[in-house]
């Protein structure tokens, strides 16, 4: 099964970029990490707040924080499509490197989605 491609772009063709199953959990796993509440107007309480610990000092509790942001933001708005096994984050060089492993509900199938979430003071 094909979906629309995030971000949206054209591809060589010129029409909508498509993408298969997994490619695309993965793009939303990253829209509502990268996605601030109060950002999408039609649903103001969308995403995980990760973004706002983009000034945050990297630290052990910054990084716990981040997880349980993660793990309860996926829940709430991807928990019909995957099951979140783990949630990993790392700060290196003033980074959140964040590793989401899952499954996937309709294919039983395990992914992984790693994003990197520039951090504040080092």
Do not use: K
């Not at 601030?36 to 509790?61: C, H, I, K, N």
């Not at 990084?63 to 990993?88: C, K, M, P, R, Y």
């Amino acid at each position: 099964m094909n979906h629309i491609d995030y971000p949206f772009h054209f591809d060589h063709r010129g029409r909508t970029s498509q993408t298969d199953s997994a490619d695309y959990i993965r793009d939303l796993i990253e829209q509502v990490l990268l996605t601030t509440p109060g950002e999408r107007v039609m649903r103001p309480d969308f995403g995980s707040g990760v973004m706002q610990l983009v000034f945050a000092a990297t630290s052990p509790e910054i990084a716990a924080t981040t997880q349980f942001l993660v793990q309860g933001s996926l829940q709430q708005w991807l928990g019909d499509l995957i099951i979140v096994e783990s949630v990993d984050v790392q700060t290196q060089n003033s980074i959140l490197f964040i590793t989401v492993r899952y499954i996937e509900r309709r294919t039983q199938t395990q992914g992984i989605a790693q994003i990197g979430v520039p951090g504040g003071l080092p």
